[in-house]
């Protein structure tokens, strides 16, 4: 067999070794608390399943017009999909899917070293609420749950991702349009998200969210032009800002950059509903076509002086 050019697999190396301190932290979601300003309401009154959102008109349901994202704040239902590609790589998947009409965007989301899905519920629960199906693979060889850990695997996880766009598209139906797919992830899973949009493109997505994320090869952006923002913690000791600024360097798309001043490689607390309230902004332009969100992002994003955007997505 073939072996692979020794320079490269070792800057593979070093660069996914360097995020193993992921493995150590406790992922982003759990310590915030979402509140009904970060992105979208929560709903009015328990088994309502929606709430309105400012500027709605009296009608139900999601929005059906054109360039208009969901006019409500949704109930949001979770499952598992028991998924594998292949013999030895299974992927569960949690969903996070809203309870309305469908069918709506999908979001493929990766976790970090050492993360689960569940890690990042507040997070992937607000796109959910705004109208988006979330989808979360806990990775073989890279989530909590692995018996044979190895962060070198990570380079295997675009394909993993892949699969499960693939599956639960399947899986799921009507519920999903198929014209309007993303990709984000979180610190290894942000590594993940880049390898989707370069050496392992998926032509599919439209979009995509990097948190915490950084290029481990120079390879270019490939395919069709889709947005990225790009989310980093100018503080954040795992992955470096400079890393993040590198690769957002590297994009020729349209793109955003969310420094967040005081933010390490872990966001919580009003960090984190700055991050959802922007980062659920951006789906809803990208993937509704939704103008006003457009013009919501630097204003949400800048909310509170917690961070600054670098915006050139056009």
């Not at 199906?133 to 993993?160: E, G, K, M, R, W």
């Not at 967040?260 to 789906?283: E, K, M, P, Q």
Request: with cysteine; glycine share 10%.
């Amino acid at each position: 067999m073939r072996r692979p050019p020794l320079i490269p697999v070792l800057a593979v190396v070093a660069s996914v070794v360097s995020l193993a301190a992921c493995s150590s932290e406790p992922a982003p979601a759990p310590t915030a608390t979402l509140p009904p300003t970060a992105g979208v309401p929560a709903p009015t009154a328990p088994g309502s399943g929606a709430a309105r959102l400012p500027g709605a008109d009296s009608g139900s349901g999601a929005a059906k017009l054109p360039g208009a994202a969901p006019r409500q704040a949704f109930a949001v239902e979770t499952r598992t999909l028991r998924l594998q590609r292949g013999a030895d790589r299974p992927l569960p998947t949690t969903v996070w899917q809203p309870k309305g009409d469908g069918p709506f965007p999908l979001i493929l989301f990766s976790h970090g070293l050492g993360g689960k899905p569940s890690d990042y519920r507040n997070l992937l629960t607000a796109w959910a609420r705004a109208g988006f199906v979330v989808a979360a693979p806990a990775y073989p060889h890279t989530s909590a749950s692995a018996t044979d850990f190895n962060v070198l695997d990570v380079i295997n996880q675009p394909a993993d991702a892949t699969h499960v766009i693939t599956r639960t598209l399947a899986e799921l139906g009507a519920a999903v349009d198929k014209s309007r797919i993303a990709a984000a992830g979180h610190s290894a899973g942000g590594v993940t998200t880049i390898g989707l949009f370069s050496g392992a493109r998926d032509e599919r997505l439209r979009a995509g969210v990097i948190l915490a994320g950084r290029q481990i090869l120079p390879q270019p952006f490939t395919g069709p032009e889709a947005p990225l923002l790009f989310v980093h913690g100018r503080r954040d000791n795992t992955v470096t800002y400079a890393d993040g600024q590198a690769a957002y360097s590297a994009v020729q798309w349209p793109k955003a950059f969310l420094s967040v001043t005081n933010g390490g490689h872990v966001a919580s607390g009003r960090s984190l509903d700055v991050i959802a309230t922007t980062s659920t902004d951006f789906w809803r332009w990208t993937l509704y076509g939704d103008q006003p969100a457009r013009d919501r992002l630097e204003p949400d994003a800048t909310r509170g002086g917690l961070a600054t955007l670098q915006d050139n997505l056009g």
